[in-house]
């Protein structure tokens, strides 16, 4: 949109990304049936130059383009900020903005939208852990009244954790390749495999819950945020490693699919 000179949040700038949003719709009517429109633009660093009130017309505009160009879409959003958790959310974010985007498209009861998708990382991004998705699924749910789609999902596998002079410097993740949080005292290959299992068992308990997506294949060779390769924040949460080899956590998610498909 910025390489097209078009202003945020302006008119020619909804209907530019409208036009997108039918083309994509229609290109691949027949392949693909779901959709994300936009990802995580409760998040500053997705959302760019939007504020939250623009970031809710913008995925309005999408929702609309989208299933008007192909009614049958199956069409919905994913949000990470829920619930509003002050001091539990690690990042330059504020908590509550999860909570404008779901009242914004689930509160308006004229847009056509199928599913309500979410993203979270207890204990890696935020605070808590496999049991937290009990509150988060229930009370998204309770909020949105659409079937919930987990579109994002995991833990990392490498980090060691903050000292206490870290975390009141209020450091990233990336200034001091430690986590803030951690599940079961540590980040590491084996307990990424349990956070799956304990996860997935929640999930499948949840009538409401239609799908979950691991973040992510493999892990990456550099940091997408700062660049670095000795970076846990986005290097370590593969079910495989860098050389492409299965980790623990990739036969723990393989036995929990298995255990789905004989139910």
Not at 48 to 76: C, H, T, W, Y
Not at 216 to 224: E, F, I, L, S, V
């Amino acid at each position: 949109m910025a390489k097209l000179g078009l202003t945020p949040g302006s008119e020619e700038y909804y209907e530019a990304y409208a036009a997108v949003s039918r083309f994509f719709a229609l290109k691949f009517e027949g392949l693909i049936e779901w959709w994300q429109v936009a990802n995580e633009l409760d998040i500053w660093i997705f959302r760019d130059n939007l504020d939250m009130d623009q970031s809710v017309e913008f995925l309005k505009v999408g929702i609309r383009a989208m299933k008007e160009a192909v009614p049958s879409l199956k069409v919905g959003i994913n949000i990470t900020l829920f619930p509003s958790l002050p001091g539990e959310v690690d990042g330059n974010t504020d908590a509550h903005e999860g909570l404008i985007l779901a009242k914004g498209i689930y509160g308006d009861p004229s847009l056509p939208v199928d599913y309500a998708g979410f993203d979270s990382y207890p204990g890696s991004w935020r605070k808590g852990g496999p049991e937290s998705w009990h509150e988060y699924l229930d009370g998204f749910y309770a909020l949105t009244g659409k079937p919930i789609f987990i579109q994002e999902f995991g833990y990392a596998s490498a980090g060691g954790n903050m000292t206490p002079a870290d975390i009141d410097a209020g450091a990233y993740p990336c200034d001091v390749k430690r986590w803030k949080f951690n599940w079961r005292g540590e980040h590491s290959e084996a307990v990424q495999a349990e956070y799956i299992k304990e996860s997935m068992k929640i999930f499948i308990e949840k009538p409401f819950v239609i799908g979950a997506t691991y973040y992510n294949w493999r892990d990456a060779a550099n940091c997408w945020q700062c660049q670095e390769p000795d970076c846990p924040a986005e290097t370590a949460w593969g079910l495989l490693n860098q050389q492409g080899l299965p980790k623990p956590s990739f036969y723990a998610l393989e036995s929990c699919a298995r255990a789905i498909e004989l139910t």
